[in-house]
């Protein structure tokens, strides 16, 4: 849709405070009629944008050809989209990484973002959560691991690509990422490996 690809735009490049109304009806092609009489206000408008651009992420990967039906397979395939960055992105997509980062900074002093963007995690959390108990009940991720510690974990990294995206900054190889990835996802699945590790003198211990 032409507005919310506009509003992407705009929030990408001027922030949230920074973001007039006016300058988006602009470019989406509309009147700032049409969007107030949708939107009640520019955080409503920030998270249906949000959420165009980055709401299929799990519907993609439950429908990706690599996934077998086993939970932790999820995990390994977002772990990898993380580095394949995509060669024809739309314009929602090429300035989501600016206008994530740009609401999180807004969060800070408009309770608003800060009450969309902390219901958005919540349930990009829960369904984290899922995956991983399902992972948990298929014997593919050790029952022991903390559920909550492996979601923050997921969070944390992906956070962190989106600060490395934003400043274009250089990702690993993408074979040599993903081999990392298979062996996180083999040491939280194998209680063995964890205690191997404890016991492994070259290692350092907590």
């Given amino acids: 849709m032409r507005l919310l690809a506009a509003a992407t735009e705009v929030f990408a490049e001027k922030g949230y405070a920074g973001a007039g109304v006016a300058e988006i009806a602009r470019r989406a ?3 700032t ?13 920030l998270a249906e944008a949000i959420e165009a651009a980055t709401g299929s992420e799990f519907d993609s990967l439950f429908s990706d050809h690599r996934f ?10 977002a772990g990898s989209h993380l580095v394949r960055r995509n060669q024809s992105p739309s314009p929602a997509e090429l300035h989501a990484p600016g206008m994530l980062l740009e609401s999180f900074a807004a969060a800070r002093h408009d309770p608003g973002v800060l ?10 959390r829960d369904r984290l959560a899922e995956i991983v108990e399902g992972a948990k009940a298929s014997g593919g991720i050790d029952r022991e691991v903390d559920t909550d510690s492996i979601v923050t974990f997921c969070h944390a990294v992906g956070l962190g690509f989106l600060l490395l995206e934003v400043v274009e900054a250089p990702l690993p190889d993408a074979a040599s990422w993903e081999e ?12 063995s490996a964890f205690a191997a ?3 492994d003198p070259s290692l350092p211990h907590t």
């Fill in 29 to 31: 092609g509309v009147t």
């Fill in 115 to 124: 009450a969309m963007l902390q219901e958005r995690m919540v349930d990009r």
């Fill in 33 to 45: 009629g049409a969007i107030y009489s949708r939107y009640q206000g520019k955080d409503e408008l």
């Fill in 197 to 199: 590790s404890r016991t």
């Fill in 68 to 77: 077998e039906g086993r939970m932790e397979d999820i995990l390994r395939i």
């Fill in 180 to 191: 990392l990835i298979a062996r996180l996802l083999a040491a939280v699945g194998d209680p």
